[in-house]
């Protein structure tokens, strides 16, 4: 599939990316005959992941905008936190690695298509630490890593396409790793509360 080379700022949706990946090592998209809506709110239940996905093990929210994944194989396991850095509805997600070198970045995007579908986009940049850093130069790393996400793509298709609808969806946005709110909090008293009774 062709895709449109943009500045990396604004999608075919017009939505400003703000922060667009300025490199990748991976970039796979694949197309699902379900609206936009639909993969987008399933692809939100983070917790869901483990019912397609044939490497992710389990998926704990630890805080609005962290989510702490287990992935592996058989008895090799890897646990690692995530946080989302800016999330628009319908439209686009950013994520980077928490441990003490992000170990990667990614986004993924969410395009109508002509035929009332979907195609969803993931790219990501990895940056392991120390010498491992080669490996990632090399070429069959970088394909195997994108087999990797392709088939996680397609079990997403399959699951989502069989369900035919989302299993729940979360809606809200999240700017610069914070979650923003349809209406400001109000503003805090400084007049002390003083128990009642």
Do not use: C
């Amino acid at each position: 599939m062709a895709h449109e080379e943009d500045d990396g700022r604004t999608g075919g949706d017009g939505v400003v990316r703000r922060r667009p990946l300025r490199e990748r090592h991976v970039e796979e998209t694949v197309e699902i005959a379900v609206p936009v809506r639909t993969a987008y709110n399933q692809w939100t239940q983070f917790k869901t992941f483990p019912r397609f996905s044939a490497v992710v093990q389990g998926v704990e929210q630890v805080r609005p905008t962290v989510t702490a994944w287990t992935i592996g194989y058989g008895p090799l396991r890897h646990r690692f936190s995530v946080e989302i850095l800016e999330q628009d509805p319908d439209a686009y997600l950013a994520w980077r690695g928490l441990e003490q070198h992000p170990t990667h970045e990614g986004e993924v995007e969410f395009r109508p298509t002509e035929s009332g579908g979907t195609a969803i986009t993931v790219r990501m940049f990895l940056r392991p630490p120390g010498p491992a850093k080669a490996l990632i130069r090399s070429s069959r790393v970088t394909e195997l890593t994108a087999r990797l996400v392709r088939g996680e793509l397609v079990r997403f298709q399959h699951f989502i396409e069989g369900l035919g609808q989302e299993g729940g969806a979360w809606r809200g946005t999240i700017r610069n790793g914070r979650v923003q709110h349809d209406t400001p909090e109000p503003p805090r008293s400084r007049v002390a509360q003083w128990p009642v009774g």
